[in-house]
């Protein structure tokens, strides 16, 4: 074994066995590598995983993780479900029949180097999910929100005058190029880490405005309720609901998309795994960092694995039929947009 993979298999498990999946899936996916992360005087890739209809209008599902390096329960939650569809589709008609008409992707670790080094940010100190250039509407909380103080302090932004990171690019100049302009796009990034509930958040992250697509939204919520009424975990809310933030990628993507596309539907989702019902069951974990962001016993680890699953399904098969689902009558749509400023915004226009 090179010295490479040695130190992969015991500082990055997830670059390792997702390196592993891409030699053993062989031709049933398109892999290319978006950018080239910086890690410690040399670099790492960002590996793009493609499967599907190579249409450039094909509606199109998108999975990424790991864009805080601390966080990697959201790349093991990519990695599960990727081994998943690579199993099925030695077997499955239905699956591929999807595939035939949907484009999937999949950046499974946005930031390679923060999850060899266990940071949050990447190696440069940059916190990639503040790092875009783009200004929340309004005040965001101190630090947490992004700040442009020092890269010793979490939440760093980045230099206003410098580009983003080369990680972060990779992923936007990939969305603008190959995936944005369909006629319907969803997107999951999974993170953890935050509060006792798994949260789905959508756009805004910098501003209480509600989205264009929120009747489109709330239909998703509501498809996925009648579903699945039994897999109740996920408080769907727009994100600036829990907190707003500067250099949201997502919100930089989903204005572009709004301006350059008008008639097509973008649904960027955020995944934020509630950690601190892990912490709360296991008090030791408080003991280590990384632990406060990532299960620690293995059954937990395989609950959490197994537990978005049902959504990461969900959101293909939605994605594949969106033409049906989303042929409404006009009156229909309005009726929609109001239940869904009712459920989610008060009279001010803030969220609830
Ligand atoms: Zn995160």
Redesign the pocket.
């Known amino acids: 074994m090179s010295e490479r993979l040695y130190d992969l298999k015991q500082n990055l498990p997830e670059l390792f066995e997702l390196e592993s999946l891409i030699e053993r899936a062989g031709s049933k996916m398109r892999c290319s590598v978006i950018a080239n992360a910086p890690f410690d005087g040399s670099t790492l890739p960002v590996h793009l995983l493609e499967m599907g209809s190579t249409d450039p209008l094909a509606p199109a599902i998108g999975f990424v993780g790991g864009?805080?390096g601390v966080?990697r329960i959201g790349s093991q939650v990519i990695l599960a479900y990727l081994q998943s569809l690579l199993s099925r589709m030695r077997w499955d008609d239905s699956l591929q029949d999807q595939l035939d008409k949907v484009k999937l992707f999949m950046i499974p670790i946005v930031n390679p180097g923060g999850m060899f080094n266990n940071t949050r940010c990447n190696p440069n100190g940059i916190d990639l999910?503040r790092n875009a250039p783009i200004e929340a509407k309004g005040k965001v909380p101190k630090l947490l929100g992004g700040h442009r103080y020092s890269r010793h302090l979490p939440w760093y932004r980045g230099l206003k005058e410098d580009c983003m990171e080369p990680e972060l690019q990779g992923l936007h100049d990939y969305m603008r190029q190959h995936v944005l302009g369909r006629p319907f796009t969803m997107t999951l990034d999974c993170?953890s880490?935050f509060g006792f509930h798994d949260r789905l958040w959508f756009p805004y992250a910098g501003s209480f405005t509600p989205i264009a697509d929120l009747n489109t939204m709330y239909r998703v919520n509501r498809l996925f309720v009648k579903t699945f009424p039994n897999h109740t975990l996920y408080k769907v809310e727009p994100q600036a609901h829990s907190y707003t933030t500067h250099g949201d990628v997502w919100d930089l993507l989903y204005d572009h998309s709004l301006e350059a596309y008008p008639n097509t539907t973008f649904l960027p989702l955020t995944l934020e795994m509630g950690s601190w019902l892990w912490v709360k069951k296991n008090p030791r974990q408080l003991l280590k960092f990384g632990s406060l962001f990532n299960p620690m016993l293995p059954h937990r680890q395989r609950r959490i694995l197994r537990r978005h699953y049902p959504l990461m399904d969900f959101m293909m098969m939605a994605t594949r039929s969106h033409s049906r689902w989303q042929k409404l009558k006009p009156t229909q749509v309005s009726k929609d947009t109001r239940a869904a400023l009712k459920l989610w915004y008060d009279e001010e226009g803030h969220s609830k």
């Open positions: 864009v805080h966080e999910m993170h880490g």
